[in-house]
């Protein structure tokens, strides 16, 4: 494992657990976390729908769509970020 990769993991962690308890402080938590996770998957979608033309994509999986759909446009951008690393 790259020494790059735990501090990564730990960060997404911390920041997962801030929006989650910023979701649940709202006075509607369903309709917060179902806002929130939306966009997320939307970036996904466009990004996998655009892959013919832009030769990027992320593979759908249940790791990816759960880090999209907690952390976000910034998760798919983390996951594009990742992959072009690796």
Do not use: D, Y
């Not at 996998?48 to 798919?76: E, M, R």
Request: net charge positive; proline share 7%; aromatic share 4%.
């Amino acid at each position: 494992m790259e020494n790059w990769i735990i501090p990564v993991i730990c960060a997404s962690v911390m920041l997962a657990l801030i929006i989650i308890q910023l979701i649940m402080r709202s006075k509607h938590p369903i309709r917060s976390a179902f806002l929130s996770l939306l966009p997320g998957i939307i970036a996904l979608a466009c990004v996998n729908l655009t892959a013919s033309f832009t030769s990027v994509s992320v593979p759908v999986s249940p790791l990816t769509l759960s880090v999209s759909a907690v952390l976000g446009i910034p998760g798919v951008i983390g996951l594009l970020v990742i992959q072009r690393i690796l």
